[in-house]
């Protein structure tokens, strides 16, 4: 398996894009994180099924969040996207999300090319208010069973603020 963080980059986000790498398919209760020293993917835990993941779940290469992971993307897709493999994503917005007192953005992304929605999915409101209630509830109670309180959905962001945190998060990367 190719270390992410050494043969992708971030992608293009200024324009919009990014390179993301799925970590968690849709539907899953495993908690499958990317292990940046071992550069190998790792089964941190499994959720209690009720929890399993509302999306596709990955992150952009070369990214430093605030929690000290790479940047995290909610992957949008009609259907589960398979652990380990990477796509050129296109921004539509952003989940502000607080992790146990830290702030732990999410940036929501749909595949670059999808020709089987026409590439219609622009920004969040093309997602559908449904679809923004269910990633809330997920996200607000996903650790009830064992760390209730412990998270928080502060809010969306357009794309711009999701390029910003982009910004931030490859600076953060580079500066470490």
């Given amino acids: 398996m190719p270390d992410f963080n050494k043969v992708l980059t971030p992608g293009d986000y200024q324009n919009g894009t990014v390179n993301t790498v799925v ?3 849709e539907g899953s209760s495993l ?3 990317w292990d940046r020293e071992r550069a190998a993917f790792m089964l941190d835990r499994v959720e209690p099924s ?3 993941k509302p999306c596709n779940y990955g992150f952009i290469p070369q990214t430093l969040d605030e929690d000290g992971d790479e ?4 992957i949008v897709c009609h259907e589960p996207l398979p652990t ?3 796509l050129e994503a296109k921004i539509v917005g952003m989940l ?3 992790d146990d007192g830290e702030a732990d953005y999410k940036i ?3 595949p670059a090319d999808d020709r089987n929605t026409g590439d219609s999915i622009k920004t969040l409101d093309d997602l559908g208010v449904r679809w923004k209630d269910k990633i ?3 996200f607000t109670h996903y650790k009830d069973l064992k760390k209730p309180g412990t998270t928080e959905v502060v809010g969306w962001g357009d794309v711009e603020e999701a390029k910003k945190i982009v910004k931030e998060s490859i600076d953060r990367y580079n500066n470490q």
């Fill in 136 to 138: 809330r509830e997920h």
């Fill in 71 to 74: 940047l995290d993307t909610l």
């Fill in 31 to 33: 908690k499958i994180e």
């Fill in 23 to 25: 970590e968690i398919s």
């Fill in 108 to 110: 929501v992304v749909v």
């Fill in 84 to 86: 380990g493999i990477w």
């Fill in 50 to 52: 009720i929890y399993a």
């Fill in 96 to 98: 502000n999300f607080i």
